[in-house]
């Protein structure tokens, strides 16, 4: 014992020490923490992500409805105005302005620059207007007009088709687009056309899509609400269809007014309501305008 006592001094042997180390319930709860603090990190950059999209979004479907208002405004005749030429059936526009059912202006046109006309009716709403506390039902929706598009550029003059390839809520008769729900014509031109090359395409339909709009409120779907617009559904089953697109949808609700039972048969103006909608993160998002636009003040 004594050579071996002296063999440890001279070569600093000391035997051999347990070394310090980690339990595996440290390395369990380690690895726990490191986890929290990587799906944290991951939680934040998503939801900053879904709201820098959904921020994006607003802002743009507050310049497109902003857009689409100005542009209704700008279809808009208005009593002293003749800005036209030949506007209807090939007459004079002069002899199309008057106070009353016999006169197609004022009024709206669209885009072909005929009078603005209701859901498949041969009258325009220009001389049918409702009191302000009409809905919908009244006088078999001759006052009131709705279609949606998307958010892309028209060709001038359409292929007959069904529906038409620039727009999955159109379809298009005789060179001219209307919204397949209500067969409104359409009113509203977002810039250029489709064959420019700026042209806008920043709406398309997936498969399965339904030119609907999906909603909860009940008051949408009732006739008798003022809400009430023919787009709505609250069918669970069609959910799905109509949010299967891309990009923006454009929905235009015009209602012709006059102010008192008493006033001339003619619209004096219009109440005006246009609301863009977007899909992100599978739930639909909108935005809505809403305006007055005259066209005739005379009793």
Do not use: C
Not at 35 to 55: G, R
Not at 184 to 196: E, T
């Amino acid at each position: 014992m004594g050579k071996i006592n002296l063999l440890k001094k001279i070569t600093g042997y000391r035997g051999v020490k347990k070394r310090a180390g980690f339990t595996l319930i440290e390395v369990v709860i380690a690895m726990a923490i490191i986890l929290i603090i990587v799906v944290s990190v991951l939680l934040m950059v998503t939801f900053a992500s879904a709201s820098l999209k959904e921020s994006e979004g607003k802002e743009m479907s507050k310049n497109i409805a902003t857009y689409t208002v100005e542009y209704l405004r700008s279809r808009n005749v208005t009593y002293p105005d003749n800005p036209l030429g030949h506007v209807y059936s090939g007459d004079p526009l002069v002899s199309e302005f008057g106070n009353d059912d016999s006169h197609y202006f004022p009024g709206l046109v669209d885009l072909w620059n005929s009078p603005l006309k209701p859901n498949s009716t041969s009258d325009t709403i220009n001389i049918h207007p409702a009191l302000p506390d009409k809905n919908y039902d009244y006088d078999n929706h001759k006052a009131f007009y709705s279609s949606i598009k998307g958010y892309v550029s028209l060709a001038d003059n359409p292929a007959d088709s069904n529906p038409s390839l620039e727009d999955a809520n159109a379809e298009a008769s005789g060179g001219k687009y209307y919204d397949k729900q209500t067969d409104a014509p359409y009113v509203v031109r977002f810039p250029f056309n489709l064959s420019d090359p700026d042209a806008i395409k920043n709406f398309s339909a997936l498969s399965g899509y339904n030119a609907k709009i999906y909603t909860t409120d009940e008051n949408n779907v009732d006739t008798s609400k003022p809400e009430y617009d023919p787009h709505y559904t609250d069918t669970a089953s069609e959910k799905a269809g109509t949010m299967a697109y891309r990009g923006f949808r454009v929905l235009t609700q015009i209602v012709a007014r006059k102010k008192n039972a008493s006033d001339p048969n003619h619209v004096q103006y219009y109440d005006v309501k246009v609301t863009v909608f977007w899909v992100t993160q599978g739930k639909e998002h909108s935005y809505s305008l809403a305006t007055q636009i005259v066209t005739y003040g005379g009793g």
